[in-house]
């Protein structure tokens, strides 16, 4: 839990000292450099999914089957919703008047921004199965930096998205022994692809250019995971061998 605990730390920390900045900038720069980290965050998302999709035995279609059953998962259970429920509910038990900006779109954007990718998810296996907690000190790093920038434009609310990473890597990091025997090669690219694809959205929303209920695609990550689950391929085995018999 070492490296998560260092990860949730180096975003609150962060943030904390955007909220300073934050007061002494003026709104034009505020929008300009809101506008820099959308457009870092929609390059970082689409070349994490291309790169992926370009790898020799990328599955073509997994990606496009995640996102339409994780988002009408994710719409059925309404998780966008439950989030900015979530924040707004903080906000009203802060001081009323705050101007520290929309906190619930602060946590929410920041919450799906700093869990959504492969680093959060393979520096938490790494964390609980060897100890190791290089690749979340890295994480750490990228975002203490990224949450001073956001909190400078988006407010307090990108500080309270350490709790989301503190709760969402803790459960990886603990459960690990568990999950590590599963998490093949192939699984962990399509994985990227889906992820890659909703930061890339992210930076969307960022960006004011469509609204996107990044929160109810979050089970379109998931979907790899249990397409690639051992009695899950032996199902499409036997399938694929009955449809050779057949025809």
Same mark, same amino acid.
């Given at each position: 839990?070492?490296?998560? =605990?260092?990860? &949730? ?5 962060? #943030? &904390? ?20 980290? %959308? ?28 996102? =339409?059953?994780?988002? !009408? ?15 707004? !509910?903080? @906000? ?7 101007? @520290? ?6 946590? +929410? ?20 199965? @060897?100890? +190791?907690?290089? &690749? ?22 990108? %500080? !309270?998205?350490?709790?989301?990473? !503190? ?5 990886? &990091?603990?459960? #690990? ?7 093949? %090669? ?7 692809? +889906? ?5 890339? %959205? ?14 109810? *695609? ?22 694929? *061998? ?6």
């Amino acid at each position: 839990m070492f490296g998560t =605990i260092v990860n &949730t730390l180096a975003i609150i920390g962060g #943030a &904390t000292l955007g909220i300073f900045i934050k007061n002494g900038l003026k709104e034009e720069y505020k929008d300009i450099v809101l506008h820099g980290i %959308a457009l870092s965050v929609l390059f970082i998302g689409i070349t994490g999914a291309v790169g992926r999709m370009l790898e020799p035995g990328s599955h073509p279609i997994l990606f496009i089957i995640s996102l =339409i059953i994780g988002g !009408l998962l994710g719409q059925w259970w309404d998780i966008e919703g439950r989030l900015e429920s979530l924040g707004n !509910l903080i @906000q009203d038990k802060m001081k009323k008047g705050n101007k @520290q900006g929309n906190i619930s779109e602060g946590f +929410v954007s920041a919450s799906l921004l700093f869990c959504v990718g492969t680093m959060a998810i393979m520096g938490s296996l790494e964390s609980g199965l @060897q100890g +190791v907690h290089k &690749t979340l000190f890295a994480k750490s790093i990228l975002d203490g930096v990224t949450s001073i920038i956001l909190s400078s434009t988006l407010g307090i609310g990108v %500080a !309270l998205s350490g709790i989301s990473v !503190l709760v969402y890597q803790g459960i990886i &990091t603990i459960l #690990a022994q568990w999950v590590e025997p599963y998490m093949t %090669a192939d699984m962990i690219r399509e994985l990227s692809i +889906v992820g890659g694809i909703l930061i890339f %959205a992210i930076g969307l929303n960022m960006m004011k250019i469509k609204k996107i209920k990044v929160g109810n *695609l979050l089970p379109a990550i998931f979907i790899p995971v249990i397409y690639y689950l051992p009695f899950i391929q032996g199902i499409f085995q036997k399938i694929r *061998l009955l449809v050779e018999l057949v025809f």
